[in-house]
């Protein structure tokens, strides 16, 4: 059912994306950013998902704003793609558009929803802070080039459910996750619990760095993008002084899985950051600066 905001001059209406709005916002969203807008290569499969919604806001039915609305988890939303028509900002529209799809992650049974943006977006700062979100995480995506290892460097292990005990009191209880405001991810963040953290243990995609048989570094590996043959990981921590070892030790890892680059997220508080950096990466072309993660608790509110 559409939605006329009936406080505003401007008729906007909010609904479903269709197939034929697609060239409609793929014009309006090809100088979105210097390098272009990813929205071209996602426009299909986000139309396609069921369990979220991608959503347009019209003006006398022509397209002039997007947005997708994904569930990472029954509970959780992620809230993207966010984009308004050159022609029409400064009008309100983005912030009438995010209540909206605040509105359809709760009616789609989320208890919470989250999105980033960039720290030198003001618009989307202020967007979400009218809404009621609040700023949980500051965190950089660092990349780097896969290297091959030297001689005896030291080498990423797959951790197994005996690790367990030292894990959940690494990750779950260590100062790493509470710097990410409870959240791991690549560009769509969640929390990070004790059944996800079982989950990616039981698919062997946690890995750990051992000094004298003791785990002293461990790394979520989430996704593979094959495409751009990248290695995705989502969380990483560390004791001590083992974060530039890591940092090598995950551009071996991703040599040795045949991919060219890895991606890296770390929370901005941390000393991670400097580490990485010493042992190679920066900062990803697409983000440039840090990324801010705003989060709201929709259960038992009224937006
Ligand atoms: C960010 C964007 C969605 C904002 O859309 P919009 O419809 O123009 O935003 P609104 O008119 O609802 O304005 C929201 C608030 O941001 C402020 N704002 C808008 N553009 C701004 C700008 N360029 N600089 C600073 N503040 C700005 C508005 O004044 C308003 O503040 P107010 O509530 O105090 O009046 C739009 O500029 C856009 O599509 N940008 C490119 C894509 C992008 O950055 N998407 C977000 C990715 S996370």
């Not at 030292?166 to 059944?195: D, F, H, K």
């Not at 083992?242 to 890296?264: D, K």
């Amino acid at each position: 059912m559409p939605v006329y905001d009936l406080l505003t001059e401007m008729p906007f209406v909010f609904r479903p994306a269709q197939a034929t709005d697609k060239a409609a916002v793929l014009a309006f969203c090809e100088h979105t950013f210097h390098w272009g807008d990813y929205v071209l290569l996602v426009w299909d499969k986000w139309l396609a998902d069921e369990q979220g919604a991608l959503l347009v806001a019209t003006l006398d039915d022509r397209p002039v704003g997007v947005a997708k609305v994904t569930l990472l988890s029954p509970t959780e939303a992620w809230l993207q793609g966010l984009r308004v028509h050159p022609e029409h900002r400064r009008q309100g529209l983005a912030g009438r558009f995010l209540i909206h799809c605040l509105n359809v992650a709760r009616q789609r049974g989320a208890h919470v929803a989250r999105l980033a943006t960039s720290s030198r977006n003001a618009a989307v700062h202020r967007t979400t802070e009218r809404a009621g979100m609040c700023r949980v995480a500051a965190v950089w995506i660092l990349e780097a080039t896969a290297l091959l290892p030297d001689g005896n460097a030291p080498v990423l292990t797959c951790l197994t459910q005996r690790d367990w005990p030292c894990l959940s009191e690494r990750i779950l209880g260590g100062t790493a996750l509470a710097q990410m405001g409870g959240l791991y991810g690549v560009w769509g963040w969640n929390a990070l619990t004790a059944p996800k953290l079982r989950a990616h243990l039981e698919c062997g995609q946690v890995l750990g760095l051992r000094e004298n048989g003791q785990v002293v570094a461990t790394a979520i590996i989430t996704e593979v993008d094959e495409e751009d043959k990248c290695l995705l990981v989502a969380y990483v921590e560390r004791s001590g002084s083992h974060a530039e070892v890591l940092a090598h030790a995950l551009r071996n890892h991703a040599a040795s899985l045949q991919l060219e680059t890895v991606e890296v997220v770390v929370p901005s508080a941390s000393s991670l950051h400097g580490a990485f950096l010493q042992a190679g990466f920066e900062p990803e072309t697409e983000s440039e600066a840090e990324i801010w993660i705003y989060e709201l608790e929709l259960k038992g509110t009224t937006l």
